[in-house]
């Protein structure tokens, strides 16, 4: 199901666009990141099951994101937000103000 650009009360900017798919916002990338930083129990969610962690805390993600984090083995916090930044955030970081 294809979600409208700008549809209010999503956590996610489903208007942006990366490789030709969906990709969530910067700003729902850096909360994730960040909750990850200071919620030692997201973290270990994370590490077990990035999808249902992120779903779990209210993220709503895209068809693409979920394949993309279904696939991904999350190990460190380092090297989970580098993954992240390369896939999702290349393409929206001048966005940041």
Known sequence: MEIPPGQSGLP???SLV???????????LNQILGLAGIDEGFWQDLQK??????????FALH??????????????????SR??????????????S
Request: with cysteine; aromatic share 8%.
């Open 83 to 96: 993954v992240l930044q390369d896939r999702f955030g290349s393409s929206q970081q001048s966005d940041i």
């Open 63 to 80: 068809p693409d994101e979920r394949a993309f984090l279904s696939r991904t083995i999350v190990t460190d916090l380092a090297d989970f």
């Open 12 to 14: 996610v900017d489903w």
């Open 49 to 58: 099951d990035p999808v249902a962690a992120i779903e779990a805390r209210g």
């Open 18 to 28: 990366c490789n030709g798919m969906k990709t969530m916002s910067w700003k729902t």
